[in-house]
C-alpha cells in the first residue's frame, strides 16, 4: 500500500531502531557540554530574514542561495533558521545575558534548514549540536571548544576523522590580507562568476573545488602567513593547549568556513567514510558578530556538530552503539482473571525502571511469547489463573528458556534483574 504523501526532498526521517541511534548519537555529542559548564538555550526554528543576511553574511552561499525565506501574514520576511549562532547571539543581546558574568556558556541541539541539492549526507533538514561561549578572548576557550567536540566523536568510538585548524586573522590583519589576496586574484585566469565571488569575498575562492582554480592557487597569499602578532600568538597558544589537551589536529592553512563571521581560529572535523560530505563538523571564533547585530563588542566562539552525518560516520566505521533495546520485558496474561493483575505489576515495573510492554492481543501463551520474541523482549513475565491464586508471576528467559518464579509482593526485590545493563549483555 502506498500512502498519498511522501516526506519533503531531502528530509532525513529517523525511526525505530535507526532513531535510537541517531538519539545516543545527539546526546552523546551534548554530553561534554553539559559536564564544562553550558547552560541550554532553546531557540526559535525561525527568525527574521535580516538576522541572518547580517549575521552571516549576504556573500555566504548559505545567505545567498540556500536559505527558506517567506513572508508570513504579517507581511514580515521569515527564515528558517540554516544555523544557530546567529540566533543565539541575537536571544543573549536581546536577554541581556551578557551582563552577567562571562564568558556566557550555552549549548544547542535542533533541525536547521538549508535548501541544498540533496544528497546522502546533505539534506535540507539537517540536524546539530551547537554551543557557544561569548565574552572571552582566551585562547584557551578556543581549546576548550575543540576539545569538546573531538571528546564527543571520541566518546561514540569514532577514529577515520580529521581536526582541521587554522587561524583566519582579525579586523586588524584580515583587511590587509583581503587586498593582498584581490589582487592575486585579479591575476589569475577566473570565470566571470568566481571573479564577482573574488570582488565579494575573496577567502572563499581559496575554497573553491575545481583543480582548474585550485592550480592556479597554489602560490595563493594564505591568511595564516599574514596574522598580525595578536593573532599569530593567539593561535600559537590555542595550538599549544590543543597539545596539551592530547587534541590531534592537522593544520589547514586554506581553510574556509562557509559563513562569514568567522575571524581567528576556524576548525573542520572530517571523516574519512563519508564521500563528498564529509565534514562532521565544524566552528570557530567570531569578533564582530555581537556588533554586527547591535550588540556589544564581544567575541565569541563555537562550534556545530552534524548528528545525521556523525550517525553515517559511526556505520561507516561499522560501530555499535550500547543501545538499550526498547524493551526488557513483555508481560503476558493468560486468563481474563489476570489480566488486572499484570497491567499493575508493569506499571510497577515500569515506575521501578524496567522497559516493560503487554502482549495485549494476544490469547494464548504462545502468541504471548511470540510477540515478546518479536519485540526483542529479554524475558516474558505470565501470569495465569495459577499464578494469580499463589500471589506469583512467572519469569521465562526468551534467550535460555529458563524459568522461575518471583512473587508479587516483592517486586522491588527482583525488579532490577530485568534490567538492560550495558555491559552485561
Ligand atoms: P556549519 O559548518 O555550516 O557551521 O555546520 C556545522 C555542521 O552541520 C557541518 O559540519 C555538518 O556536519 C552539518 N551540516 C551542515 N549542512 C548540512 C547539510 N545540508 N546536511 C547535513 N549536515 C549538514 C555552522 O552551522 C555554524 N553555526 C557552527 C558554529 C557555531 N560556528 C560557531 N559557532
Known sequence: MSSDFRAPKGVPEYFPPVSAGFLYVRDALAAPAQRSGYGYIELPVFEETALFERGVGESSDVVSKEMYTFTDRGDRSITL??????????????HGLHRGPLPVKLWYAGAFFRAERPQRGRYR????????????????LDAEVIALANEGFASLGL??????????????????????????LLTCDLDEATRLRAGLNPLRVLDDKREAVQRQLVTAPLPVDHLCADCTEHFASVCST??????????????????????????????????????????????????????????GIGFGLGVDRTLLAVEAEGINLPIAPTIDVVGIATSVLSQDALILIIQRLRHLGVRADIAYDSRSLKAGLKTANRLGARWAMILGDDELAEGLVAIKDLRTGEQVHHSNDAIERWAPSLQWRAQSS
Open 242 to 299: 590543543l597539545d596539551l589537551l592530547n587534541v590531534t589536529w592537522v593544520a589547514n592553512p586554506r581553510l574556509v568556513r562557509g559563513l562569514d563571521y568567522y575571524t581567528r581560529t576556524a576548525f573542520e572535523f572530517t571523516h574519512r567514510g563519508l564521500g563528498a560530505q564529509s565534514g562532521i563538523g565544524g566552528g570557530g571564533r567570531y569578533d564582530g558578530l555581537m556588533a554586527s547585530l547591535g550588540g556589544s563588542d564581544l567575541s
Open 159 to 184: 577514529r577515520s576523522y580529521e581536526l582541521q585548524l587554522t587561524s583566519l586573522g582579525c579586523a586588524q590583519c584580515r583587511p590587509i590580507y583581503r587586498e593582498l589576496l584581490r589582487a592575486f
Open 125 to 140: 533538514q539537517l540536524q546539530q549540536v551547537g554551543l557557544e561561549a561569548i565574552g572571552s578572548t582566551a585562547p584557551a
Open 81 to 94: 533558521r540554516p544555523e544557530g549562532t546567529a540566533g543565539v547571539m541575537r536571544a543573549v543581546v536581546e
